[in-house]
């Protein structure tokens, strides 16, 4: 089993740049897809992005060229950088860790952290 604790998030006004951060532990040694998905209010929760275990990358449309996920496989962490933030990036962001060994998959969550992004 893999806990996941974020932390990062905050008030920023639309143009500024906030970086999160997922520290993961525990079954670390299982970890394959590290990323971001963020539910604002009323809405479902949505990948932002995503990065695999050979670092190959995926986005949302919506935050391309803004956002920029990256992992650091040595502290089982990881990073969304978002520049350019813009009121409509206003959400919570969850850290999400697929987890493979044998033939078995499991997924965990962090409990999520507010960014906030005022006009």
């Known amino acids: 089993q893999v806990q996941l604790v974020e932390s990062g998030g905050g008030l920023v006004q639309a143009g500024g740049s906030l970086r999160l951060s997922c520290a993961a532990s525990g079954s670390t040694s299982s970890i394959n897809d590290m990323g971001w998905y963020r539910q604002a209010l009323g809405t479902e929760r949505e990948l932002v992005a995503s990065?695999?275990?050979?670092?190959?990358?995926k986005y949302a449309d919506s935050v391309k060229g803004r956002f920029t996920i990256s992992r650091d496989n040595a502290k089982n962490t990881v990073y969304l950088q978002m520049n350019s933030l813009k009121p409509e990036d206003t959400a919570v962001y969850y850290c999400?860790?697929?987890?493979?060994?044998?033939?078995?998959?499991?997924?965990?969550w962090g409990q999520g952290t507010q960014v906030t992004v005022s006009a």
């Open positions: 990065v695999g275990s050979g670092g190959s990358t």
């Open positions: 999400h860790v697929i987890s493979i060994w044998g033939f078995n998959r499991g997924v965990s």
